[in-house]
């Protein structure tokens, strides 16, 4: 009788395994829209984090506020162009500090690696472009955390929160059902695209755009104010279809034993 279990789980990157907290493209978000003397705040980008980039870009200009401020600056609406500039801009801040914020997250390269020496593959996703991830992958390796596969949506029809990336993760690794696959991340797009694959779906707290805080500001933080914080993050994560929100990666090894055991259940 064969036993079902996961094979392979797939990773997000900023806020999920590096960059605790996710501030590169936040930080690269708002000087950009700051180069057409436009305001978007750390908030407004965190609301659309885990799309692809262009696809933030737009989202931003779609806000009503910002698409006000930018009608009252230049007297017509923004178009095409303006996105394309603003994503230029984007790319060129994010590129000159991609490499500072390829830091693992804390407990991420000793998790991933025993579960890697369990025989579960590690994949990933992100609203990265393959160029970017050229920048993050070597570094974070040198830092320790070394995954099997990266797929960014550059060669696919779309990225988050469609599962196209998750599929193509599973030819890449070769992996023969979604029943066996696990997505981790740490944006409400992570959840959709973990959902719209059908495959197990974690979401993670500490460290996440979710909850947009650095490692100081959470260890500052009154104890009762960080539980409410994080009680805000999981009920958004579970109301998006999560089937399991974790505080850290340090308990993700117990979440797969219980899949494990709710997958042979019925045999």
């Not at 908030?43 to 401020?69: D, H, Q, S, W």
């Amino acid at each position: 009788m064969n036993m079902k279990k996961i094979e392979c789980i797939i990773m997000d990157w900023a806020g999920t395994s590096v960059d605790y907290g996710c501030f590169a493209p936040v930080a690269a978000f708002v000087e950009s829209f700051k180069g057409a003397g436009i305001e978007v705040t750390p908030a407004e980008t965190r609301a659309y984090m885990g799309l692809t980039k262009i696809e933030e870009i737009r989202a931003l200009f779609n806000i009503p506020r910002v698409n006000e401020a930018f009608r009252a600056k230049y007297g017509r609406n923004y178009t095409d162009e303006d996105v394309q500039a603003r994503y230029a801009e984007f790319q060129r801040v994010l590129f000159a500090t991609l490499e500072d914020y390829a830091e693992p997250i804390p407990g991420v390269p000793e998790v991933i690696a025993n579960l890697r020496a369990r025989g579960i593959k590690v994949g990933s996703t992100t609203g990265y472009t393959k160029q970017m991830m050229d920048v993050v992958i070597p570094a974070a390796e040198r830092m320790g955390y070394k995954i099997d596969a990266c797929v960014t949506s550059d060669q696919l029809p779309a990225g988050r929160p469609y599962p196209y990336m998750i599929y193509q993760n599973m030819i890449e690794l070769a992996i023969p059902s979604v029943d066996c696959v696990l997505k981790y991340g740490d944006t409400i797009a992570d959840i959709r695209e973990g959902v719209n694959a059908k495959v197990w779906t974690v979401g993670v707290i500490l460290g996440s755009n979710e909850l947009g805080l650095t490692q100081e500001e959470v260890a500052a933080l009154p104890a009762t104010e960080l539980e409410a914080r994080k009680q805000e993050v999981r009920r958004r994560m579970l109301e998006a279809g999560a089937h399991y929100v974790v505080d850290s990666i340090g308990q993700l090894p117990a979440v797969i034993d219980e899949i494990n055991c709710r997958l042979n259940a019925n045999h």
